[in-house]
């Protein structure tokens, strides 16, 4: 299985919104309502931020929303501020013989 | 309050066996709903999975990496252990262990160990 592909690098200015893509195939984002976003600062661990496609966590800002269409979920971060610059991944199920597919990752730059 | 962490060695050999344990706290691990996890990030790259094991005791592993894994818990210290055979040094990287909340979706982290393999 490779992994879900990713956008290297996003950046924005504090205050305006971003978007992040993952793609991946109909095995895994395509097929199932169960992709998950993780936020990750430097030396520091995943802190998971959107899950089942949508859905926040409780204590997680309401800037952060998650989508999808196809094969490609989306990450959006409405009014982008300087503590959002970190690394974002993307995770899908992909069937019962794995707990989740991760995405490449992808540098988010506040300008 | 769910807490985790990982310990172990954090240099290995080339060709040495790795024993990880991931030590939990704030839910049971009879719990129908306990799915506990390995994962790796090798330093500048991108969060790999490893391998499963569920209440039931039920594992799952990576398909590349089977052959090498095994993964079991110890219900009475509220432990998961991880043994990767055959070390090699592309398996440097952090190991973390985490809690399934749900399908695809990893809600609590250990902090994570970096085990880097030289001689």
């Known amino acids: 299985q490779s992994a879900l592909t990713q956008p290297r690098s996003v950046s924005g200015s504090p205050g305006q919104s971003i978007t992040i893509s993952c793609t991946g195939t109909?095995?895994?984002?395509?097929?199932?309502?169960?992709v998950s976003w993780y936020q990750q600062y430097p030396g520091k661990a995943p802190k998971l931020m959107i899950c089942?496609?949508?859905k926040r966590p409780s204590g997680v800002p309401g800037r952060f929303s998650g989508s999808k269409s196809g094969n490609t979920a989306s990450l959006t971060i409405s009014g982008l501020q300087a503590e959002d610059e970190a690394d974002y991944y993307c995770?899908?199920?992909?069937?019962?013989?794995?707990?989740?597919?991760f995405g490449t990752g992808t540098k988010v730059t506040v300008l | 309050q769910v807490t985790l962490k990982e310990s172990g060695p954090a240099l290995v050999k080339p060709t040495q066996t790795l024993t990880l344990t991931c030590t939990f706290s704030?839910?049971?691990?009879?719990?129908?709903?306990?799915?506990m996890n390995w994962i790796r990030q090798p330093p500048g790259e991108a969060l790999e999975w490893l391998a499963r094991?569920?209440?039931?005791?039920?594992?799952f592993y990576s398909t590349s990496l089977k052959t090498r894994l095994t993964i079991s818990k110890d219900t009475s210290k509220n432990q998961v252990v991880l043994t990767m055979t055959n070390m090699e040094p592309v398996d440097t990287a952090t190991y973390y262990c985490?809690?399934?909340?749900?399908?695809?979706?990893?809600?609590?982290w250990g902090q994570g160990i970096l085990v880097t393999v030289s001689s």
């Open positions: 985490a809690r399934s909340g749900g399908y695809g979706r990893f809600d609590n």
């Open positions: 704030g839910f049971s691990a009879t719990n129908s709903q306990m799915r």
């Open positions: 094991i569920d209440w039931d005791d039920d594992k």
């Open positions: 109909s095995n895994d984002v395509g097929g199932y309502d169960y």
């Open positions: 089942d496609v949508s």
């Open positions: 995770c899908s199920y992909a069937g019962s013989y794995s707990s989740g597919l």
